[in-house]
């Protein structure tokens, strides 16, 4: 098809509209993730929920932070599925969880709690903060979100993925992409986790690239406007 690639789009919410059957440039749409897996909370955490429902008051505070040498280099690939966070990382990683966890949304108050944490000193606190938003630290802890989201995303493809079992053919029926109905989906091309679909938008037959989170989204989309029976993974 004139036009189509091939494209592996592993993060976030968006789908690739690779080719449709008349003239004209690809294009690109996004869909809302939420509501489909509902990964737990990054396992590694040292605090629960208590029976009065606070989760902040059994987090325990550290003094084994430190900052590496080289921030960046070391926080490279942090999204990737087979990223493998050492020690240091996963103690900011648990500082970051835990102040989600305890309702914080800004990030300036993510930073502050996960600093109160990690029980960093103030002179760490300040270290470089004339040229990076929240310094060092804030920088360290900025990174270890993006990894703790990551880890996330990955489970809960994973998950969609065996419960799915996706197979070139199978059929998907009706899915509402980038808020339209589109009818008489099917698998054509499988690669990893990403998938190559087909499917009808009145006469036109488009094609999509997408992972199988992104195809269970269109699936609970469409359940929700009434257009099929139900999503193609039942989730609790």
């Not at 065996?162 to 008489?184: C, D, E, H, W, Y």
């Amino acid at each position: 098809m004139a036009g189509s690639r091939w494209s592996l789009l592993s993060r976030g919410p968006k789908i690739e509209l690779t080719g449709i059957n008349r003239q004209g440039p690809s294009r690109g749409f996004a869909m809302p993730s939420q509501g489909i897996a509902k990964p737990e909370v990054f396992k590694r955490c040292v605090f629960s929920k208590t029976s009065k429902g606070n989760m902040a008051s059994d987090i325990k505070k550290s003094s084994e932070y430190f900052l590496p040498s080289n921030l960046y280099l070391e926080w490279q690939g942090c999204e990737l599925e087979d990223f493998v966070p050492a020690a240091r990382q996963r103690l900011v990683m648990q500082a970051h969880e835990a102040a989600v966890v305890a309702g914080h949304f800004y990030t300036n108050d993510v930073k502050g709690f996960a600093a109160d944490f990690l029980a960093v000193s103030q002179d760490l606190r300040l270290l470089n903060k004339h040229k990076v938003h929240g310094g060092d630290v804030g920088y360290d802890i900025y990174y270890a979100g993006k990894a703790v989201n990551a880890a996330k995303h990955w489970k809960a493809i994973s998950e969609v993925n065996q419960a799915l079992q996706p197979k070139v053919g199978m059929p998907l029926g009706t899915l509402r992409i980038s808020f339209k109905r589109t009818t008489n989906g099917v698998i054509t091309k499988i690669n990893g986790h990403a998938l190559v679909i087909i499917g009808k938008r009145g006469h036109e037959v488009c094609t999509f690239a997408c992972d199988v989170l992104q195809l269970q989204n269109a699936s609970v989309n469409a359940f929700d406007k009434g257009w099929r029976q139900s999503p193609l993974v039942k989730t609790a």
